[in-house]
Nanobody
Framework: QVQLAESGGGLVQAGGSLRLACAASGRTFNTYVMGWFRQAPGKEREFVARISGPGRMTFHADSVKGRFTISRDNAKNTVYLQMNSLKPEDTAVYYC???????????????WGQGTQVTVSS
């Protein structure tokens, strides 16, 4: 069983930066693929980025590539999402998730956090 908790969301101006963190409770954190997803009002939850268990392989959605960077610190049981050059369309609730497959699909992730709100003003 894995419990996840996101933090670091907030209100920022367009062009600004924000770093999200997701803390995991389990002691087998390094065996899980970790992903970041986001969901805006009236829209489906969409993939943002994922990272392999050891942290050596990452993949980012085209919409955030070059602006967002996923990373993890397995010694601290934490995954991060560094968000730069934020745009109003990045506004959403951001969720972290844990799974066993290196996948972009929400259906492949078994554990989810409660989410943290990110709002980017114009």
């Amino acid at each position: 069983q894995v419990q996840l908790a996101e933090s670091g969301g907030g209100l920022v101006q367009a062009g600004g930066s924000l770093r999200l963190a997701c803390a995991a409770s389990g002691r087998t954190f390094n065996t899980y693929v970790m992903g970041w997803f986001r969901q805006a009002p009236g829209k489906e939850r969409e993939f943002v980025a994922r990272i392999s268990g050891p942290g050596r392989m990452t993949f980012h959605a085209d919409s955030v590539k070059g602006r967002f960077t996923i990373s993890r610190d397995n010694a601290k049981n934490t995954v991060y999402l560094q968000m730069n050059s934020l745009k109003p369309e990045d506004t959403a609730v951001y969720y972290c998730a844990a799974g066993i497959d290196f996948s972009s699909s929400v259906r492949r992730y078994d554990y989810w956090g409660q989410g943290t709100q990110v709002t980017v003003s114009s």
